[in-house]
């Protein structure tokens, strides 16, 4: 009988042991979340054509911050330019959520499943180059 309340006290103790542990990793992925939060309200993604006609600033989801046209802009027609300016905020959309995705691999890990999913957003919702590199038309 002593060995079988042994055991009992055993498995209670590593019973305790493995919540304990797991509240405590539910803890430290709160922090990591709450840092990855506030991380969405700093960082910023920033891209520049390629001759440097058009420089772009945005943050995480979309918002631009600032769009600087070089001299060297005037030279190309109001289309060109257009073209131009809406694939440098494609790409700096991207570079933004890009950093998030980096964020969240330093954070839980590169293989956690929350920065194979900032991953995918960043190509998914976001994709380099402009609509025409999601699958989407020009309109």
Known sequence: ???SDFDAEDGIAAA???????????????????????DVE?????????RGEVTVRARVGGRIDDITFAESADDLTLQALARLTVQTIANAQHD????LAERGAEL???????????????DRGF?????QAGGLSWT
């Not at 305790?16 to 506030?38: K, P, Y």
Request: hydrophobic share 35%; proline share 5%.
């Open 16 to 38: 305790q042991r493995q919540l304990q542990e797991a509240a405590q990793q539910a803890q430290q992925n709160r922090d990591r979340a709450q840092q990855l939060s506030a």
């Open 42 to 50: 700093r960082l910023t993604g920033t891209a520049r054509s390629r």
């Open 108 to 122: 839980f890990g590169a293989e956690s499943d929350i920065a194979a999913s900032l991953r995918s957003d960043a």
């Open 96 to 99: 933004a959520m890009s950093s």
């Open 1 to 3: 009988m002593p060995d």
């Open 127 to 131: 994709p380099a180059g402009g609509p």
